[in-house]
């Protein structure tokens, strides 16, 4: 009765009354438009905000058309006629896309350009799939606070128009088949936390232009091919935890930096499967109030094994395997209480076996294999 009712009052009025019900019609269009692409909870946002909304499904759905494989259906609920911020590892905030979590969500194909338009995006987190190709520009993402693309199969070389993501704290481009020199830029990246580029086939010289980044608590390089010694500026971050550098052809001593000063929060320290060499000095374990982890192993070190390690007290893994140690094993490793792996085979110690060792209540695993020592074991 009411429809009949207003019919009927707007039929009384005249043509006048319908041809404003008639002008009033696209506006009505437009906003049922706006809700169904943009969600009803939005309405009230600017149009600036809606017009970036928009913008923002475009280059998603552009991405989309780049899957060559998305056999388990993880971006099945990507279309227009679905909320953007309802899509499956789409977060947003205000209305605009802010995170993309999509990892190990086996999808194949190119990581589309059209990613570099979500100009509000914090974190981006593609890992564990399948992705081919070059990293895609990203230097407008001027927000971007975190970017996993690890395991993948991307090719190329790092661009150094990534390090315009000024804001970054997490970079993690691991496990990928990325080629070329670490850009000099990085350093750049004032507010970068972790670093994490092993596996990939990186090579040149680790660039000194990471003393930039005092802020640094994880540096990750492990398996690449870079050459080189390591800069003395890898002692000066006072707040590294984890420094990996292994699997590479680095040459040369390890740095004074990373001895001379308390490294009070280093608690794991691989140089591993490197060509190091020269001798270890004498206080070597006096600035490690906190690791946990220490290996040397398959470099050239050469010469005694100071005293002083034994003062790391925290140390749970010494690995010195495959060098060129002489000497006998120091005594002072009985003070090592939380030790669980001593792991000192392929070197040329001689001489007894410290009868400290027996006092390691949480040791393990113990090899000194191929060496020259004599006696029983303690």
């Not at 995170?99 to 974190?123: D, Q, V, W």
């Not at 993402?141 to 315009?164: A, F, H, V």
């Not at 580029?197 to 390089?221: A, D, F, Y």
């Amino acid at each position: 009765p009411r429809k009949g009712a207003l019919a009927a009052s707007l039929l009384g009025k005249g043509d006048g009354a319908l041809s404003q019900v008639a002008m009033l019609a696209p506006i009505f269009m437009l906003l049922s438009l706006l809700l169904i692409s943009y969600g009803v909870g939005s309405i009230r946002c600017s149009s600036t905000t809606v017009n970036g909304n928009i913008m923002d499904m475009i280059s998603l759905l552009d991405f989309k058309r780049d899957i060559t494989n998305n056999s388990r259906q993880a971006l099945r609920s990507w279309h227009a006629s679905v909320p953007l911020c309802s899509w499956e590892g789409v977060h947003c905030s205000s209305g605009r896309v802010t995170k993309l979590y999509l990892n190990g969500r086996g999808l194949l194909g190119r990581i589309s350009p059209s990613l570099g338009n979500l100009t509000f995006l914090r974190t981006l987190d593609l890992s564990k799939n399948g992705f081919t190709g070059e990293l895609p520009p990203l230097n407008r993402l001027n927000r971007l606070e975190y970017i996993d693309l690890g395991s993948n199969s991307l090719r190329g070389t790092i661009p150094d128009t990534l390090t315009n993501c000024s804001k970054l704290w997490i970079l993690d481009l691991s496990a990928n088949l990325l080629m070329g020199e670490i850009p000099l830029g990085i350093g750049r990246l004032s507010d970068l936390r972790k670093v994490w580029l092993s596996s990939n086939n990186l090579t040149g010289k680790i660039p000194p232009s990471l003393k930039n980044i005092s802020q640094l608590e994880e540096i990750v390089l492990t398996d690449n091919k870079l050459t080189g010694t390591i800069p003395d500026e890898m002692g000066i971050f006072p707040s590294l935890v984890y420094l990996d550098l292994a699997g590479n052809m680095l040459s040369g001593g390890i740095p004074e930096t990373l001895y001379k000063y308390n490294q009070s929060s280093l608690q794991y320290l691989y140089l591993y499967s490197n060509m190091l060499g020269k001798t270890l000095p004498s206080n070597f374990g006096d600035t490690f109030p906190d690791l946990k982890h220490l290996c040397l192993d398959n470099n050239n070190f050469e010469g005694h094994l100071p005293a002083s390690l034994g003062n790391i007290s925290r140390l749970r893994l010494l690995n010195l395997s495959s060098n060129n140690f002489i000497g006998q094993v120091p005594d002072s490793f009985g003070y090592l209480a939380l030790l669980e792996y001593l792991i000192l085979q392929r070197n040329n110690f001689w001489g007894f076996i410290p009868i400290e060792l027996g006092d390691l209540k949480q040791l393990t695993h113990l090899d000194l294999s191929d060496n020259n020592l004599q006696g029983g074991v303690p």
